[in-house]
Structures are given as structure tokens and as C-alpha cells.
């Protein structure tokens, strides 16, 4: 594992905010205007890590959450920043049925699917899951003592039936808005890319998602800025 210019793509300026704060990121302003996202430089050991996020909606005046900004935003980064390694942290719904609980921390393996781009067509069914592979994160999460698992994005808090349906079909037991764009993006520059996610909601219990996610964004966006550092200090650990 030889990474050396690593870049973390997120979402929610609230999610990055410890992370940030505990790596003594440096805001350089906007990556590239006039585009919103957010950069932050940085170092860790022998390694450049830095961040960005996808920045404000300045018509809406809400963070540019899902999956089309994540998209923009990898590119860009990729663009502007040339990684070796690409991270998506940020926060997730999780599974009961699955053994998930609130404050877990997950890394994506083997792969990232779309769950709610149907396409009935023989050929589009399969290209509108995705069914993106990630980098192997399983010595990382034996390792660090982190749970891995097929990670399913869409482009909406909330799920209908076949939402469900599909994330089961494949076996998906984390649920969020962004990773299968950066993988997608990732995996056209053939740059490595995994997902850390940490467990915000359930999404097979009672209480509404939307609920649960606010109550708990603080303390799940602090277990994430934790083991996210524990991740990076492993990678610079491990440069061999
Ligand atoms: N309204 C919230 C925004 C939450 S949107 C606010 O006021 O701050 C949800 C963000 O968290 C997305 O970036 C998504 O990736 C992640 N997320 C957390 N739980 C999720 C779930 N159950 N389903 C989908 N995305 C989820």
C-alpha cells in the first residue's frame, strides 16, 4: 500500500468539521470556481492528505449532498489534486437486520451499488446498479476492528419498497447518497477508491430516518473523524 497523495471527497461541511479540525487542515477556498467545493490541504506523516468537500447550494443554502455533486466533485479533485488514493467518509443508514448499530464505523468491500437507478432494459438493469469493486479494505478493517460490507447509494434520505428490494438483492448493508459516484469516477481513472461510513440511523426500525440523523450526525460524525484518522495512520504505516 504505497499511497502517497491521498484525497478525502465529502458531502456535509457538518461531517468534515472534526475531521479537519483533528488533521489541522489547512481552507484554501474553493477548489476550482466557480465551482462550490470546499479545499482543504493538509499532511499526515509522510503523506499529503487533503480534503474537499462539495460546498454549499447557494440558491438552496444547503450542503450539496448525493450523488450528482459527488461526481463533479471527484473530478475535479482528481483534476486538480492527482491522487494515488481516494476515501468518501461520511455518515450512513444502517441495517439491524444486518447486525448494524448507531456509531458503527464501516469500510466498503468488495463493491458499491446504486439501489434506486431501474432501468428495465437488458444490459442497463446491470449498468444502472453499477456493482462497483473497491479497493480490498479487509486487512485494514481486521486491523483497525471495523465491520466491511456492500455499501448502496441513492439519491434520496428516505426509501420506497424497492429501495429495499434492491439493497437486498445484492446484499447491501449500508445505505448513504454518494459513494457509487466517487467509485464510478474513481474507477474511469483506475484510482483506487473505498468508502468509511459511520452508522447515523437505522433504516429497518421505527424511528424516521430523518429523526434519528439528526440526532445523532454529532456523534457519528465524531466516531467517523476517529477511525478515519486511524485509517490514514495506518496507511502511513503501511507504505510498502
Ligand atoms: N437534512 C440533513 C441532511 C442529511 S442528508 C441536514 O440537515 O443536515 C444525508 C447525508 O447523510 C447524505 O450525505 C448521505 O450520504 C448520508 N446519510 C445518512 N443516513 C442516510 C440514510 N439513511 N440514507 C441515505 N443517506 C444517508
Redesign the pocket.
Known amino acids: 500500500m504505497k499511497f502517497k497523495r491521498i484525497v478525502l471527497i465529502m ?2 461541511e ?1 461531517e468534515a468539521r472534526s475531521i479537519i479540525h483533528e488533521l489541522n487542515l489547512i481552507h484554501k477556498g474553493k477548489l476550482l470556481s466557480p465551482l462550490p467545493m470546499a479545499f482543504y490541504e493538509g499532511k499526515y506523516k509522510s503523506l499529503n492528505v487533503d480534503l474537499v468537500t462539495s460546498g454549499k447550494c447557494y440558491k438552496h443554502n ?2 450539496h ?2 450523488p450528482q455533486a459527488a461526481i463533479l466533485n471527484t473530478a475535479s479533485a482528481i483534476g486538480q489534486l492527482h491522487p494515488d488514493l481516494i476515501i468518501n467518509p ?4 444502517g441495517f439491524m437486520s444486518a447486525g448494524g448499530n448507531i456509531g458503527d464505523v464501516y469500510l466498503s468491500y468488495p463493491m458499491i451499488c446504486y439501489h434506486d437507478r431501474r432501468i428495465p432494459l437488458p444490459g442497463f438493469d446491470a449498468y444502472g446498479v453499477g456493482s462497483y469493486y473497491c479497493f480490498d479494505t479487509r486487512e485494514i478493517a481486521n486491523s483497525l476492528g471495523l465491520k466491511t460490507g456492500v455499501v448502496s447509494t ?1 439519491s434520496s ?1 428516505d426509501y420506497i419498497q424497492k429501495d429495499l428490494d434492491m439493497i437486498k438483492s445484492y446484499g447491501g448493508v449500508v ?4 459513494a457509487a459516484s466517487i467509485a464510478w469516477v474513481a474507477d474511469l481513472y483506475k484510482i483506487p477508491f473505498f468508502a468509511i461510513k459511520s452508522i ?2 437505522l ?1 429497518d426500525n421505527s424511528t424516521p ?2 429523526e434519528e ?2 440526532k445523532n ?1 454529532e456523534s457519528a460524525s465524531f466516531a467517523l473523524s476517529r477511525e478515519i484518522i486511524r485509517v490514514i495512520d495506518f496507511l502511513a504505516n503501511h507504505q510498502e
Open positions: 458531502a456535509m457538518d444547503v450542503d449532498i448525493g461520511g455518515t450512513a443508514g441513492g434520505l445505505k448513504e447518497m454518494e447515523t440511523d433504516v430516518t430523518e440523523f439528526l450526525l
